[in-house]
């Protein structure tokens, strides 16, 4: 069964840091882009970041820009996260894209970041 | 504010259909960047429902329609099932931001 499996979550004061991962079964990751995508609770889904299949091309929301990195290596993908804001708090998801502009067809089950003092 | 306009909310009866739009501007949808649509239950990750504006991946019934004029999108679901019963989010491309854009998502009641 092809699954994405992120880890890293949890809680962290403003200003601090965190570093989510991504692991890839079922399937080789090393064909696909990768996408962060987050949800506040009980609100809507916002891209924060994309990694293409060769680590070419890396794109970030400008509410993440400067401060999160995203990259790849085998079958995990991570996410930097720093300088964290109160804002950032959400489920962090990853998701796999099979090709430029394609459908976000496969979704990790989210992890929690949340950012309080 | 999403940079993708949907209604918060739309309900129908058993048996009775259902359409979600979706309203970009020139930078995303009216651009020509197709759109994809997402189901989401409480406490799971999204799942593509349609792709490319109007096709459905296998497994989704064909109940589910989509389609694209201009700058915007809608999901039409007929015969509304309690299984229906989800939040659906679009997702375009906006070349002004360059990168992905989502709508502020859809919750859909079956009465």
């Known amino acids: 069964e092809e699954q994405l499996v992120e880890s890293g979550g949890g809680l962290v004061k403003p200003g601090g840091s965190l570093r989510l991962s991504c692991e890839a079964s079922g399937f080789t990751l090393s064909g696909y882009s990768l996408n962060w995508v987050r949800q506040t609770p009980g609100k809507g889904l916002e891209w924060v970041s994309s990694i293409s299949a060769s680590s070419s091309y890396i794109h970030y929301a400008d509410s993440v820009k400067g401060r999160f990195t995203i990259s790849r290596d085998g079958a995990k993908s991570s996410l930097q996260m720093n300088r964290l804001r109160v804002e950032d708090t959400a489920v962090y998801f990853c998701?796999?894209?099979?090709?430029?502009?394609?459908?976000?067809?496969?979704w990790g089950q989210g992890t929690l970041v949340t950012v309080s003092s | 504010q999403s940079v993708l306009t949907q209604p918060p909310s739309v309900s129908g009866a058993p048996g009775r259909r259902v359409t979600i739009s979706c309203t970009g501007t020139?930078?995303?949808?009216?651009?020509?960047?197709?759109v994809h649509w997402y189901q989401q239950f409480p406490g799971t990750a999204p799942k593509v429902v349609m792709y490319d504006n109007s096709n459905r991946p296998s497994g989704v019934p064909d109940r589910f329609s989509g389609s694209k004029s201009g700058t915007s999108a809608s999901l039409a679901i007929t015969g509304l099932q309690a299984e229906d019963e989800a939040d659906y989010y679009c997702q375009s491309y906006d070349r002004s931001l360059g990168g992905w854009v989502f709508g502020g998502g859809t919750k859909l009641t079956v009465l």
């Open positions: 020139s930078s995303n949808i009216g651009a020509g960047y197709d």
């Open positions: 998701a796999r894209v099979g090709g430029e502009l394609r459908p976000f067809d496969l």
